[in-house]
């Protein structure tokens, strides 16, 4: 009689050699399938060329691989419309840079779903402030809005924005002090101090529960009125006066540029309103007194506890 070819030893020792085999394959087909992380995924979508360019010189990339991220996510139109190029980040300080993009990073994963309505403030990764606002299904951070929400990665959330956000700087008053064009109103805002205390604290706080938003004159439009046109001239100004001046150029709430609407609005100083007019999407705000309505130059300077909107005018009430 013929021996048969294999022993059920040797059939049973087969079978788990191909069984082995076959997990082998398993687990290399699994690890092909491993979600992408934040970083993997902006490093190969095409709309963040830009965002990858910033992420790169700045050497944050394994910050975008940490657990439980949600990253804001400028496109490269949002860059554009920022005027940033690949050429004009590289030209900026690295660690500045490295904070433009952990600004947009928060400690938490966070779909579009987990956000509540109306405007709430977050702490970003450089512990700054983000302001959220969820309206209508719209959700705004600072001055951008979210334009396509709930990229789902491993280690969190990506949603993509249609501005570059600007990282908050401190209190309103610290703001206002950093900016080279602000110097007359930082002069102007010691000199009441002592005399008008909400005021001062209402710009000085760094908590981001009483917000305000301040219409602030730069230096030319001190200049452009006799009475507080030099250091000098606001010093010896009456405190009480001024105060009154610089209230009116403050409302409560926080509203960025794309959120001014036309009509009028209460200020702090109370019983006066400034009048705003806002049109496809360009905002001017006018005083009782003047006679012209000013400008923004500059929007949206974002604070802990506010932002501010650098205007050429002195309001007058």
Request: charged share 10%; with cysteine; aromatic share 4%.
């Amino acid at each position: 009689m013929n021996k048969p070819l294999l022993s059920r030893t040797h059939r049973a020792f087969v079978f788990v050699l191909l069984l082995i085999a076959g997990l082998s394959c398993q687990t290399n087909d699994d690890t092909v399938a491993i979600p992408k992380t934040i970083a993997d995924q902006i490093l190969e979508d095409n709309q963040f060329s830009l965002l990858r360019a910033a992420v790169t010189y700045a050497e944050v990339g394994d910050a975008l691989k940490g657990a439980n991220l949600t990253l804001f996510a400028p496109n490269d139109a949002a860059f554009q419309a920022s005027g940033l190029t690949e050429a004009g980040i590289r030209a900026l300080p690295k660690e500045q840079v490295k904070n433009i993009v952990l600004y947009h990073v928060l400690y938490s994963s966070i779909g579009s779903s987990a956000i509540p309505s109306g405007q709430n403030s977050v702490q970003t990764a450089t512990n700054g402030v983000a302001f959220i606002n969820k309206s209508d299904n719209i959700i705004r951070v600072n001055n951008a809005q979210i334009v396509q929400a709930d990229l789902s990665t491993a280690n969190g959330y990506i949603h993509v924005i249609n501005r570059v956000l600007s990282p908050s700087n401190g209190s309103l008053l610290a703001t206002i002090q950093n900016n080279p064009d602000l110097t007359l109103l930082s002069a102007a805002v010691r000199r009441v101090a002592s005399t008008n205390p909400t005021l001062s604290a209402a710009l000085s706080t760094t908590a981001s529960t009483n917000t305000v938003t301040v219409f602030a004159p730069n230096d030319a439009a001190f200049r452009s009125d006799s009475r507080y046109s030099t250091v000098t001239a606001i010093e010896a100004a009456n405190p009480q006066t001024l105060a009154n001046i610089l209230s009116y150029h403050i409302i409560t709430g926080i509203v960025f540029s794309n959120q001014l609407q036309s009509g009028s609005v209460n200020t702090l100083l109370s019983g006066s309103r400034l009048t705003i007019s806002a049109t496809n999407g360009n905002a001017t705000v006018k005083g009782n007194r003047n006679s012209t309505a000013a400008t923004i130059k500059t929007p949206d300077l974002v604070a802990n506890n506010g932002v501010v909107h650098v205007i050429d005018q002195l309001l007058q009430p």
